[in-house]
């Protein structure tokens, strides 16, 4: 037998074959196409090897699996993907987990944790499928949220197993389902308590394994009907249509390529409906809509996660000493927590009357605390006493941060920018709280933009 990478592969003494999926050197399972090959290898074996009565697949991480590796296709395709090159690999996909469904000996899934996308499909391609309860775990086909359809089969399973309008709805929105709404819909048969679903799945392959899918029996029909002759289906589809118009003005290809597989894939066998599913996940991935989206939701995001461009060392820089333009709600309020923390503050307005006002809220917020025991006066006399307001510029000499939370307006924040920077250090930190404005684009304003940042905090500061 070929050495499986990804799938962990145990035969018990009463033969049904444990396969717990776990890709190497990953934080959670992904297609790799390591895995396939090695999916497809299991399968197989399953179906020849005599001493084999059944299967359970499992997840040896705390999610069952993520899906397709989006990373990697991106990666393998690249900015202008072949049409074969794509089209061969979703068939190796959907070929691997027809094996499963197709093997002749019942295979269960043991879902022990999240099963989105391609995990979900493995899944679906089961003869049976038990949850855990780990209130934690989603279920779902969420790739219409990264402008693809699910390519391992889920236009076309999950139809002929719930029924067309309640698969569309799930598909073409990206739900996520908990365990027991999975149940209630129809996605899996059973939910058990977390760390039972293996013995479940076992129990029931050993028990009552059926080794054919429905959809592979003859004379199946998709519940509630499917294609032109079927009124209900028909209204879904002329309804659904119309929603999606609504929603997207038909700028996201990625719902009317779901609807359109759904629609041509339910009126066919499986077999020939896999082929009308891949021909529009090509389409899809050839879409520059689509490989944007991936790109900038799923890729892009995920480096902006992990502070990728941030410094890998960046300098520790302590502020004792803050400047702050604009004595509103916000202002106030940044005065109030940075004094609260020890700072210096330096709060200023157009008038010494807004800037007083704007310490007057600190004011009011001592006398809460005092009235509640948790500030006694020598320290709130002492916080106060850390805020200086006026209307002079120059009262931000020393500050090592100045933080600017004037109204939203580019002139406004230019002129407050200029003016600041005319007093302060050459080191010093001149910071934006704009929530509308991008900080590029007012940084412009700035003598020093590698010194200009943005910092946001949310209202009101004192309570968030």
Partial sequence: MTKMTTI???????????????????????????FLTDIATAAERIGSDDAVRGAVITSGKAAFMAGADLKGIVKTFGSQPDVKEVY???????????????????????????ALGGGLEVCLACHYRVASDNPKSKLGLPEVQVGLLPGGGGTQRLPRMIGIEPALQLITQGKHLSPQKALEAGIVNEVVKAGDEVAAAKRWVLESGTAEQPWDQKGFKVPG????????????????????????NHNYPAPVAIMSAVYEGTVLPIDKALDIETKYFVSLLMHPVSRNMIRTLFVNKGAADKLVRRPQEPAERKVTRLGILGAGMMGAGIAWVSAYAGMDVV???????????????????????????????????????????????????????VIEAVFEDRKIKADVTRRAEAVLDDDAIFASNTSTLPISGLAKASVRPQQFIGIHFFSPVDKM
């Fill in 8 to 34: 962990d592969w145990q035969l018990d003494d009463d033969g049904v074959a444990l396969l717990t999926i776990d890709v190497p050197k990953l934080p959670m399972n992904v297609m790799t196409p390591e």
């Fill in 88 to 114: 061969n690999w979703c068939r190796g996909l959907q070929q691997a987990l027809r094996k499963i469904e197709t093997c002749g000996k019942p295979v269960a899934a043991a879902i022990n944790g999240t």
């Fill in 225 to 248: 009907g499917a294609g032109l002759m079927n009124p209900k289906a028909v209204q879904t589809f002329v309804f659904g249509s119309a929603l999606m118009q609504k929603m997207t």
């Fill in 347 to 401: 709060l200023l307005d157009t008038t010494d009357e807004k800037a007083d006002k704007g310490k007057d809220y600190a004011r009011e917020l001592a006398e809460k605390l005092k009235g509640r025991g948790k500030l006694s006066d020598d320290k709130a006399d002492a916080l106060l006493a850390r805020i200086t307001t006026g209307t002079d510029f120059d009262l931000l000499a020393g500050c090592e941060l």
